[in-house]
Structure formats: structure tokens, C-alpha cells
């Protein structure tokens, strides 16, 4: 699931290097800047191993990443699908029907100091509007830790 979550990350930052951030403004360049793809190495770390066996030696926990699931049985009709990104804090929630997940590529950092996510409940059945608050507080915390207080595990 984190290569995946991995996966995607990267794909949404990579297409918006290459869309402009206002069309009518061609000169104020794209949404992302294509220098922040060079800092994506750990989450690139994690999608590769997917090709050959990898063994992580973390300094927060067994894992380079944090990574929540939550259940959400009760979602309305026409909106099975949910996905939001942090570019800033390298984070990523997405809701498929009944199943979600949030990863943060952070070298396991916001796992280290909970390991059920925000008011703990990773694994708990939430309703829409509840994963998207848990989402909001984990893509705010993602934000806010520093960039580069995870780079001591790569």
C-alpha cells in the first residue's frame, strides 16, 4: 500500500511541473516547482523497493514512511472516491468506496510518536467528513515538521 501511496505522490507532483500554475499567466511558471522532484528521493527509496528485496533501517520505527488505513461503510451516493496531497509535507490521503489510507513519506516520524495516527484511530470506521478531518490534521502535521527532519534515515 505505501508503494502505491508512494507511487502516486510522485505522479501527481511530476504531472504538476508540467502544468501551469495560472494558463493566462504563462510566466509565473508551473503549480510545482520541477526542483521539488529532486526532493523526493526517500519516497523514490520507498517505490523501488518494490523491484528488489530492500531492508530499511529507520531511525523512528521499522518503516521510512507513516502509514494510517481507516474504514469509511457509510460514504453518499456518487462519492466513492476522495484523494489530498501535501506537496510541502510529502503526504497523501485517498479514499477508494470503503477503504483509506494516508501515507507520509517522513521516515516513519509521525508512526514514532503515534502509531494509530491522529486521536488514534487508524483502523477505526470513520465517516466521510471524519476521514477527511484526520487527513487535514496528519497533511497539516506532515507540513509543519520541517522537510528535512526525516533525511537522517536515508
Not at 86 to 111: T, W
Request: glycine letters at 8%.
Amino acid at each position: 500500500m505505501a508503494r502505491w501511496l508512494s507511487k502516486i505522490l510522485i505522479g501527481v507532483l511530476v504531472k504538476e511541473t508540467s502544468l501551469l500554475f495560472d494558463r493566462s499567466l504563462p510566466d509565473r511558471g508551473s503549480i510545482v516547482d520541477p526542483g521539488l522532484i529532486d526532493e523526493l528521493r526517500h519516497c523514490h527509496f520507498v517505490l523501488q523497493s518494490a523491484r528488489k528485496p530492500t531492508s530499511f533501517t529507520c531511525l523512528h520505527g521499522e518503516f521510512p514512511f507513516s502509514l494510517y488505513f481507516y474504514k469509511v461503510p457509510d460514504y453518499r451516493k456518487d462519492h466513492e472516491f476522495d484523494l489530498s496531497t501535501n506537496v510541502a509535507g510529502q503526504s497523501i490521503a485517498i479514499r477508494v468506496g470503503k477503504l483509506a489510507a494516508i501515507f507520509i513519506n517522513d521516515g516513519g516520524l509521525q508512526m514514532h510518536v503515534g502509531s494509530k495516527g491522529p486521536f488514534e484511530l487508524s483502523g477505526a470506521e470513520l465517516s466521510e467528513i471524519q476521514f477527511r478531518e484526520v487527513s487535514a490534521r496528519v497533511h497539516y502535521k506532515a507540513g509543519s515538521q520541517g522537510r528535512y527532519a526525516f533525511l537522517a534515515d536515508i
